[in-house]
C-alpha cells in the first residue's frame, strides 16, 4: 500500500510540474532534469565523500561560476556547498537510525577529515552531536 501511495505522490508531483503549478519556486524536482544543474546534482549524489568546490562543480557542467551558484540556488533552492553539505547530513541522519557503523567511520566515509570535525559539522547543522542523535533516534523507535 505504502509503495502504491507514494506511486501517487510521484505522479501527481510531475503533473503539477509539467502544467506548469510549480512555476519559478525551487523545485528539486524540476533542477534534476535541468541538464546542467541536474548534472550537478548527480554528481554530488554520486561522490558524497568528495569535498567540492564551486568551481569544480561549475566546471563540471561547463558553466561559471556565479552564473551556476545563481541558477542552482534559483532551482533547487539554496546554494551548491550548503545543499551538499545537507544531503551529506540526511545520510548521515540516516545511517545512524539503521547501522551501527561507527561515528567515525561514518564521517571519513562522508568526507570529513576526522571524527572531530563530522561530529562539529553535524551539531552545527542538526544541533546534537552524532551520538545523542543515534541515541535519540533508537529510543524512539
Do not use: C, N
Not at 501527481?12 to 534534476?32: E, N, Q
Not at 534559483?74 to 548521515?92: C, D, F, S, T
Not at 561514518?106 to 552524532?130: D, H, I, K, N, W
Amino acid at each position: 500500500m505504502l509503495d502504491r501511495l507514494a506511486q501517487v505522490i510521484l505522479v501527481h508531483g510531475m503533473r503539477r510540474l509539467g502544467a506548469g503549478d510549480i512555476g519559478r519556486r525551487a523545485s528539486w524536482l524540476r533542477a534534476l532534469a535541468d541538464p546542467q544543474i541536474g548534472a550537478a546534482l548527480r554528481q554530488i549524489h554520486a561522490d558524497v565523500g568528495r569535498r567540492w568546490t564551486l568551481g569544480e562543480l561549475a566546471a563540471a557542467v561547463g558553466m561559471s561560476r556565479s552564473a551556476f551558484a545563481l541558477r542552482f540556488t534559483r532551482m533547487v533552492g539554496k546554494p551548491p556547498l550548503e545543499y551538499a553539505i545537507a544531503w551529506r547530513m540526511q545520510l548521515a541522519r540516516d545511517a545512524l537510525r539503521t547501522s551501527e557503523r561507527p561515528v567515525g567511520e561514518l564521517g571519513f566515509a562522508l568526507g570529513y577529515a576526522s571524527e572531530s570535525a563530522f561530529s562539529t559539522a553535524f551539531r552545527r547543522e542538526v544541533g546534537e552531536s552524532p551520538r545523542a542523535f543515534r541515541g535519540r533516534a533508537r529510543a524512539a523507535g
